[in-house]
């Protein structure tokens, strides 16, 4: 079956860094999103990776390794409009998306 | 760019009544549109996926018959959830690309259903 696994919950201090793992096996690949989305609101797109390596948007960074079915997502200075919920989601054979469950990610003062 | 609307975001009916939802891509031509459904504090549910001038593709255990989708044009689609009941009650959110397999979806800002 196809599978995308992160965390369901990470607390992290205004200010530092955090980072946000994706392990994914699905059917073929074409490619990995990241969304976020805010409590009551629809994702909005964040990255889109689907070379291995690391792309950088601002405070934003998504890295991915296709051989070991593997993404994270690195977010810098974070700030308290960072707390929200942040979704992995791959591109498989049938240029379907496989969404993961996300990742509440919350920011402490 | 990349600019998806949906109407209504709030909608508040009877049990038994009809609810049409639409979606629209502002600024670019979405070839393919997509339907989701979304319950508090969990992930995101594909319902259907619509291609302009054909059926949508509805996942396992949607029904067809109670969550009609149209894709008439390359910039709207439409859900309509007939004869909506309080399980109905959900957060709905589409969203657009332009059809190249590769292509990022794009979401609207989702309308929340309220069956009484």
């Known amino acids: 079956g196809q599978n995308i696994d992160q965390p369901t919950e990470m607390t992290a201090t205004e200010g530092a860094i955090v980072q946000i793992n994706c392990t994914y096996q699905t059917s073929g690949f074409n490619g990995l999103f990241w969304y976020q989305q805010h409590a009551g609101e629809a994702p909005t797109f964040l990255s889109y990776n689907v070379l291995d390596g690391l792309e950088e948007k601002g405070r934003f960074s998504s890295f991915l390794s296709r051989s070991k079915g593997y993404s994270y997502l690195l977010l810098k200075e974070l700030q308290m409009k960072d707390s929200a919920s942040y979704l992995c989601?791959?591109?498989?054979?049938?240029?379907?998306?496989?969404w993961g469950a996300g990742t509440k990610l919350i920011i402490k003062p | 760019g990349a600019v998806v609307s949906q109407h209504p975001s709030w909608v508040i009916c009877k049990s038994g009544t009809s609810v049409k939802i639409e979606c629209r891509s502002l600024?670019?031509?979405?070839?393919?549109m997509f339907w989701y459904r979304q319950f508090p504090k969990q992930s995101l549910m594909l319902m259907a996926t619509s291609n302009e001038g054909s059926k949508a593709t509805y996942e396992q255990g949607v029904e067809k018959d109670k969550f009609l989708i149209n894709h008439a044009s390359l910039t709207l689609s439409t859900l309509t959830v007939t004869s909506a009941h309080p399980e109905d009650s959900s957060f709905y959110i589409c969203?657009?690309?332009?059809?190249?397999?590769?292509?990022?979806?794009?979401f609207g800002p989702g309308t929340r259903l309220l069956v009484l």
């Open positions: 969203s657009a690309s332009s059809g190249r397999a590769s292509e990022t979806q794009y």
């Open positions: 600024d670019f031509q979405a070839t393919t």
């Open positions: 989601a791959v591109k498989d054979s049938n240029y379907q998306l496989i």
